[in-house]
């Protein structure tokens, strides 16, 4: 497995970003340490929450920075998205589908954060989150499915912090999450 240095640079809260240099560790510990598939869900529910954290500092941005901006979100569209109480994974991914700011990363983009966030809901054991699969959580949390899961994080928080870094004069507060990459 190969590691990706990626710097927070997008992030606003700076506990936000320790706490994702945190969660990428793990993260990279889980897959480091993953044996026979035993942490498959962990590593998929992580690598959503994750991502679910990336987005939602992009709105944190677009609803406090105003000033500040977010690159490559114009302003009439960080407006409209200032406006809105987005603190579900589903709202922040049909806001930002609205609002096209994912668009040149992939045509179906969306439609994959939102099974990205189908496997992040899965951390309720309980959760009927597929019925059109097997509720065996084996058979839900594949190999394949990890590291689809690993690279869509890494695609997300590459993008996030080459399109949209906060000022150049913010970086120094930042600091880089090494994420696993497939």
């Known amino acids: 497995m190969e590691y990706l240095d990626i710097p927070c640079n997008f992030v606003a809260n700076f506990w936000v970003g320790d706490n994702l240099v945190e969660n990428a560790d793990a993260l990279c510990a889980l897959t480091r340490a993953n044996k026979g598939g035993v942490f498959n869900k962990l590593i998929s529910v992580q690598s959503g929450a994750m991502v679910e954290t990336y987005l939602t500092e992009i709105v944190f941005r ?15 569209d960080r407006a409209l998205i200032a406006e809105k109480t987005l603190d579900k994974f589903a709202t922040i991914v049909d ?10 990363l992939a045509p ?4 994959e954060l939102h099974r990205l966030r189908k496997f992040r809901n899965k951390i309720h054991i309980h ?13 839900i949390f594949t190999d394949d499915i990890v590291n689809w899961c690993l690279r869509l994080n890494c695609t997300i928080a590459k993008f996030l912090s080459e399109q949209m870094p906060r000022p150049e004069r913010l970086h120094v507060f930042t600091e880089h999450m090494s994420l696993p990459s497939p």
């Open 127 to 139: 959760a009927k989150t597929f019925p059109e699969l097997s509720q065996h959580e084996k058979d």
């Open 108 to 111: 179906d983009i969306y439609d």
């Open 62 to 76: 677009a609803q406090n920075y105003s000033q500040e901006g977010v690159p490559n979100i114009p302003d009439e």
């Open 95 to 104: 806001c930002f589908r609205r609002h096209k700011v994912l668009d040149v």
